[in-house]
């Protein structure tokens, strides 16, 4: 074994090994806590760097591990893999030094903090698995390791939320088993290939494999909140900011959608999977959860819900994107991986700084919030723009792509829904903002902390402020080499056109 | 019909007849009896059987199964016994409680 | 050194020192604990030796006193009785240590003694070879079981010994006459020798009938179960970890070879196997409704016992066309559900022992006040689930690979739905460990070896699920599969 073999595992164990010691932690060892989680944050970066570095100069990171003759662990870095490991990497350091500021005080951190380390690696499993079973083996851990955060807070809705967010996902991982090991039936090997490892086997299964496909995004789905698997969403957000941050920025959601697209590039294959005539009807569900998500999310009061059909229909971009079945598309929705993830954890930070420091958890009650904490304000507008897709910011990139994508396959519907779904973001993002630049601010805040001159915590204001920061950066230097842009162009070139 | 085979037929019988006992009684005394009649029964079908060869000597396993058979039995017996006992002790009565119903 | 410890006839010791440990307890009982422990330690290093042997010169056979058969005794053991010897000797560690401090004085006394007894039980019947000495083991194990399930007293756990005793012996008995059939139609109880001389006709009919229903009714599988909820909820907890892990396993050990050497290649295909997999499928289904239902916590686990036992019965209509694979399976689900639902049963303990109650709506904040009790319930609780990564795992994918091979769609929708009952009854009793009602009732402290116990059983389970390609290799010395395994 050399470097190249351990250091997927290392990746792994960066977060593995600092979750499973805080988990030993008594409660008041807050130090050592926070130095455990930062030092593993900080880690992950520079392995994952050292990855990123380490594949730019054509060093192939494979791990392999039997499980039984001719099923394997497979953790491989592949461009797919770097692009998702390197979104989780970053925005868990962010997250951890937002939960740490988040917590202070809270009980029960040392619990909250193994589960949440737990959490990153298996994203980080998911995003590095070589295979469909390593991706099922690190997805089901993720919601083994999720459901503890979601009932964190022990109250009768936090249990009820839990018991939702279970029997989703747990049906789903049911139907995700049933396809992966019906596939493996099939086929014998289930390594993700680019392209597919699908185009041997005979015309007689074809039927099978269309049903093994619908078993399988079910599965991945039922994460990535495809209407009408999206049930659980919502509910699941009486969970602490950080986790909602984390769950829809990085780690559930965004599991699922990094599955559907591994199904649809690596085990069918894009050209093949067109051939069987299932990319369109998964384009048309994608449309539809992107139309139903912005409605739903155009009635909510409360923030953090409104934000979670938001959600809804920004992970359907990166569905859609692979769907389309064309290269730019591709890379549009490909791109969307990490701009919404960048987006999105923005504005859940900000909604958790509101909630945290003035006891704002309703639209209705942001009348006049810019003036009180403008930072925060700042960095949900940015937010916000790009969730509605105005340049410059990330998530104008992303629709442009797909826009491009949808006319040069010929499918200009989708212009249709891009537009829709443009405007009705626009409907719900722009009232919010109005409300806190322009309106005159209450006399009284709902439940306001006091943080002497500054608006908020700084260990909660930095955060969201960078990964703004960031998401505004995605989008002005698209075009400079290492951006996740020029990355996703990396992936369709691979997928479409190399032999 | 041979006298083994006479004899191996009243064993099923017995053992027939155990297991019908151990059912459809409700005291634990009978239906330990049942089990010892039962036994018995099985006993009878090994000695019969032991002459299977139809040689002068009868073939010694089946003996030494039912020697051991018979120790198993009676150890047996003894557990149950005891159980019933304290059992009529605890409940004052000597039958199976009813199985509570959730 | 090395020549003097393979020379050693460790299958002998494994028999002969929990007898003499089991006897010393009770001359000695004011040391029990102690004795207790050296014996069950003693048992576990044995293992080791012995699976050593096994590992250098292959299957292992040794006449007792130097008489052999027919008259003698000669122990047996190839990889597949190895497997079983180890999960016995994990087992029966984790539960030995959560003993010492579970048992309190007197009860200890009592306890030591009976199962060391029935740990000889398990070891001799593992080690056997002949039809007739297994009878002999099975009772052996089964007077302890029943006497170590009535330890406590109480009108429940009297109640519920009785009616296992009863079970057992009607099993027992109904074995025996079938052992006595078998001798007579082919004259030797040595089932390697059985397999060779073993022809299709009422005898073997007749024999398969009363051998196969009374250890299907000591196995209890559906619908001859009914005996095993009352015993294992009320038995104290290591008895109950016992009792599921390994006694159960035991009776259907002896079916499991009688299928592969002798019945399985005449019968095998006319019906019979597609009648176990169908009662396998209704204790699936079933136990995991009644488990799901319940709302005292170890009747769940017992009848999880009950579900998790169906599952080993989907792999002989499988086994026709599949062979050595549907073996494989059972062997690692039998394995893992050994290691976990021990743990299950233990943690069961801790709550019972920490709360004094052990109904499920109550449980309120244990996560906080036992934390590694919970975290052993939840990891034995992927492994029962089979999620993965664990030893359950492994051997539900390999059922599920060989049904969709195989196009038994029906056992398929069995295993799924098996799937997600057992998960919606593991997290009806997680969810309610994060809840945060007042606490209501005074608590006890749980000594760290009981919760450390429990965790490691329940590791020792989600381990299992990386062992496989090795353990599989070892479990085929001897080609104890051999037989069934291999068809025209």
């Known amino acids: 074994?050399?470097?190249?073999?351990?250091?997927?595992?290392?990746?792994?164990?960066?977060?593995?090994?600092?979750?499973?010691?805080?988990?030993?932690?008594?409660?008041?060892?807050?130090?050592?806590?926070?130095?455990?989680?930062?030092?593993?944050?900080i880690v992950k970066l520079v392995l994952v760097g050292w990855m990123l570095w380490g594949t730019s100069q054509g060093l192939h990171y494979e791990m392999r591990l039997v499980l039984l003759p001719g099923l394997e662990l497979v953790l491989r870095a592949g461009p797919l893999s770097l692009l998702f490991v390197s979104l989780s990497a970053v925005l868990w350091l962010?997250?951890?030094?937002?939960?740490?500021?988040?917590?202070?005080?809270?009980?029960?951190?040392?619990?909250?903090?193994?589960?949440?380390?737990?959490c990153v690696t298996a994203t980080v499993g998911v995003a590095l698995a070589g295979n469909l079973i390593t991706f099922l083996v690190f997805y089901e851990l993720l919601t083994l390791a999720t459901y503890p955060l979601v009932v964190h807070r022990g109250t009768e809705a936090a249990r009820r939320a839990g018991q939702t967010y279970l029997i989703y996902t747990v049906l789903g991982g049911a139907l995700l088993l049933l396809g992966t090991v019906w596939l493996y039936t099939l086929t014998g090997t289930l390594e993700f290939t680019p392209q597919g490892f699908l185009s041997e086997v005979g015309e007689e299964h074809h039927f099978a494999l269309i049903i093994i496909f619908v078993l399988l995004i079910a599965g991945f789905g039922v994460k990535a909140a495809l209407v009408p698997l999206h049930g659980w969403l919502p509910q699941a957000m009486v969970a602490?900011?950080?986790?909602?941050?984390?769950?829809?920025?990085?780690?559930?959601?965004?599991?699922?959608?990094?599955?559907?697209?591994?199904?649809?590039?690596?085990?069918?294959?894009?050209?093949?999977?067109?051939?069987?005539?299932?990319?369109?009807?998964?384009?048309?569900?994608?449309?539809?959860?992107?139309?139903?998500?912005?409605?739903?999310?155009?009635?909510?009061d409360d923030l953090k819900r409104r934000l979670a059909y938001s959600t809804v229909s920004q992970v359907s971009y990166i569905i859609l994107g692979v769907a389309i079945a064309g290269p730019i598309a591709a890379i549009g929705g490909v791109v969307h991986l990490v701009h919404q993830g960048l987006m999105k954890i923005t504005l859940f930070f900000c909604a958790g700084n509101l909630a945290e420091t003035l006891g704002i958890h309703k639209v209705s009650e942001m009348n006049g919030v810019g003036r009180r904490m403008p930072w925060t304000m700042a960095a949900f507008t940015v937010g916000a723009f790009g969730m509605i897709g105005a340049p410059p910011v990330a998530g104008f990139i992303s629709k442009w792509y797909l826009g491009l994508g949808a006319l040069e396959a010929g499918q200009g519907w989708v212009i249709i829904v891009l537009a829709g779904s443009s405007l009705l973001n626009a409907a719900y993002f722009l009232p919010i903002l109005h409300r806190a630049w322009f309106r005159e601010p209450p006399d009284a805040w709902p439940e306001e902390h006091d943080f002497g001159r500054k608006e908020t915590a700084l260990m909660l204001l930095l955060p969201p402020v960078v990964t703004a920061l960031m998401a505004l950066a995605a989008g002005l230097l698209a075009s400079a080499p290492f951006s996740p842009l020029e990355w996703a162009k990396l992936i369709a070139v691979r997928e479409f056109y190399q032999p | 019909m041979s006298a083994a085979f006479?004899?191996?037929?009243?064993?099923?019988?017995?053992?027939?007849?155990?297991?019908?006992?151990?059912?459809?009684?409700?005291?634990?005394?009978?239906?330990?009896?049942?089990?010892?009649?039962?036994?018995?029964?099985?006993?009878?079908?090994?000695?019969?059987?032991?002459?299977?060869?139809?040689?002068?000597?009868?073939?010694?396993?089946?003996?030494?199964?039912?020697?051991?058979?018979?120790?198993?039995?009676?150890?047996?017996?003894?557990?149950?016994?005891?159980?019933?006992?304290?059992?009529?002790?605890?409940?004052?009565?000597?039958?199976?409680?009813?199985?509570?119903?959730? | 050194?090395?020549?003097?410890?393979?020379?050693?006839?460790?299958?002998?010791?494994?028999?002969?020192?929990?007898?003499?440990?089991?006897?010393?307890?009770?001359?000695?009982?004011?040391?029990?604990?102690?004795?207790?422990?050296?014996?069950?330690?003693?048992?576990?290093?044995?293992?080791?030796?012995?699976?050593?042997?096994?590992?250098?010169?292959?299957?292992?056979?040794?006449?007792?006193?130097?008489?052999?058969?027919?008259?003698?005794?000669?122990?047996?053991?190839?990889?597949?009785?190895?497997?079983?010897?180890?999960?016995?000797?994990?087992?029966?560690?984790?539960?030995?240590?959560?003993?010492?401090?579970?048992?309190?004085?007197?009860?200890?006394?009592?306890?030591?003694?009976?199962?060391?007894?029935?740990?000889?039980?398990?070891?001799?019947?593992?080690?056997?070879?002949?039809?007739?000495?297994?009878?002999?083991?099975?009772?052996?194990?089964?007077?302890?079981?029943?006497?170590?399930?009535?330890l406590t007293g109480g009108k429940d756990a009297l109640g519920g010994a009785m009616r296992y005793l009863l079970a057992a012996l009607l099993g027992s008995l109904a074995y025996l006459l079938g052992v006595a059939l078998l001798y007579h139609g082919f004259g030797t109880v040595d089932i390697t020798l059985l397999g060779q001389r073993v022809e299709s006709g009422p005898v073997l009919w007749a024999a398969l009938g009363l051998m196969g229903a009374g250890l299907l009714l000591k196995t209890a599988v559906f619908p001859l179960h009914f005996w095993?909820?009352?015993?294992?909820?009320?038995?104290?907890?290591?008895?109950?970890?016992?009792?599921?892990?390994?006694?159960?396993?035991?009776?259907?050990?002896?079916?499991?070879?009688?299928?592969?050497?002798?019945?399985?290649?005449?019968v095998g295909e006319e019906g019979v196997d597609t009648l176990l997999g169908l009662l396998g499928a209704t204790a699936v289904l079933w136990g995991s409704v009644q488990a799901l239902r319940q709302t005292r916590l170890k009747l769940l686990i017992a009848y999880s016992t009950v579900a998790q036992i169906g599952y080993l019965f989907l792999a002989f209509p499988l086994a026709a066309a599949a062979g050595v694979t549907a073996w494989h399976a059972v062997i690692y689900l039998a394995f893992s559900h050994a290691l976990a639902k021990a743990?299950?049963?233990?943690?069961?303990?801790?709550?019972?022992?920490?709360?004094?109650?052990?109904?499920?709506?109550?449980?309120?904040?244990?996560?906080?006040?036992?934390?590694?009790?919970?975290?052993?319930?939840?990891?034995?609780?992927?492994?029962?689930?089979?999620?993965?990564?664990?030893?359950?795992?492994?051997?539900?994918?390999?059922?599920?690979?060989?049904?969709?091979?195989?196009?038994?769609?029906?056992?398929?929708?069995?295993?799924?739905l098996g799937g997600l009952l057992a998960a919606g009854y593991i997290f009806k009793v997680l969810g309610r460990a994060f809840t945060q009602a007042e606490v209501t009732h005074k608590s006890r402290a749980v000594p760290a070896c009981m919760e450390w116990a429990a965790l490691l059983l329940a590791i020792g389970a989600v381990l299992l699920g990386f062992l496989a390609v090795p353990v599989l290799s070892v479990v085929g010395i001897g080609d104890p599969f051999g037989v069934s395994g291999v068809r025209p």
């Open chain 2, 6 to 102: 006479l004899y191996a037929l009243v064993g099923m019988g017995l053992f027939s007849l155990g297991v019908y006992a151990l059912i459809v009684h409700a005291h634990l005394l009978r239906k330990i009896l049942a089990i010892n009649v039962m036994g018995s029964g099985i006993f009878l079908v090994l000695v019969a059987l032991a002459r299977r060869t139809g040689e002068a000597q009868p073939d010694a396993v089946p003996h030494a199964m039912v020697i051991t058979g018979i120790v198993v039995a009676i150890s047996a017996t003894a557990l149950a016994l005891t159980l019933m006992l304290k059992l009529a002790a605890e409940t004052g009565c000597a039958e199976l409680p009813d199985e509570k119903r959730e």
């Open chain 3, 228 to 266: 095993l909820p009352p015993a294992h909820a009320s038995a104290p907890a290591p008895v109950s970890a016992l009792l599921s892990a390994l006694v159960v396993k035991a009776s259907f050990y002896i079916l499991l070879r009688l299928w592969l050497s002798i019945f399985g290649p005449l």
């Open chain 1, 94 to 118: 962010v997250t951890t030094v937002y939960a740490i500021g988040y917590l202070e005080g809270s009980p029960y951190r040392s619990r909250f903090f193994g589960f949440f380390s737990l």
């Open chain 1, 240 to 300: 602490p900011a950080p986790v909602s941050a984390l769950l829809h920025a990085v780690a559930v959601v965004k599991a699922g959608a990094f599955g559907i697209v591994r199904v649809v590039y690596d085990v069918f294959g894009m050209e093949f999977a067109s051939g069987l005539g299932v990319t369109g009807p998964l384009a048309w569900l994608a449309a539809i959860t992107i139309i139903y998500g912005s409605m739903r999310a155009l009635f909510q």
């Open chain 1, 1 to 41: 074994m050399n470097g190249n073999t351990w250091l997927p595992l290392l990746v792994i164990a960066s977060s593995l090994l600092p979750g499973l010691i805080i988990f030993g932690l008594a409660e008041n060892r807050v130090r050592l806590r926070i130095a455990l989680n930062l030092v593993g944050a």
């Open chain 3, 343 to 416: 743990a299950m049963f233990l943690v069961a303990g801790n709550l019972l022992r920490f709360g004094g109650h052990d109904r499920i709506a109550d449980l309120d904040r244990v996560v906080q006040r036992l934390p590694l009790t919970t975290g052993a319930f939840a990891l034995a609780g992927v492994s029962i689930m089979g999620l993965p990564p664990s030893g359950g795992f492994i051997g539900k994918w390999l059922l599920l690979e060989m049904a969709l091979a195989q196009g038994r769609w029906d056992l398929v929708v069995v295993m799924i």
């Open chain 3, 1 to 150: 050194m090395g020549a003097e410890v393979s020379d050693i006839p460790w299958g002998l010791v494994l028999i002969l020192l929990p007898l003499m440990g089991g006897m010393a307890c009770f001359l000695w009982p004011r040391v029990t604990t102690m004795l207790g422990l050296v014996t069950v330690f003693g048992v576990a290093l044995s293992v080791a030796g012995l699976g050593w042997q096994i590992l250098e010169n292959g299957v292992y056979r040794h006449a007792v006193g130097g008489w052999g058969a027919p008259l003698g005794i000669d122990l047996y053991a190839d990889g597949l009785s190895l497997l079983m010897l180890t999960a016995t000797a994990l087992v029966g560690l984790g539960v030995s240590v959560y003993s010492a401090a579970y048992f309190r004085r007197e009860d200890a006394t009592r306890f030591w003694p009976l199962w060391l007894f029935l740990l000889a039980g398990l070891n001799a019947l593992f080690l056997s070879a002949d039809i007739f000495n297994l009878y002999v083991t099975l009772e052996l194990m089964g007077l302890a079981a029943v006497a170590l399930a009535a």
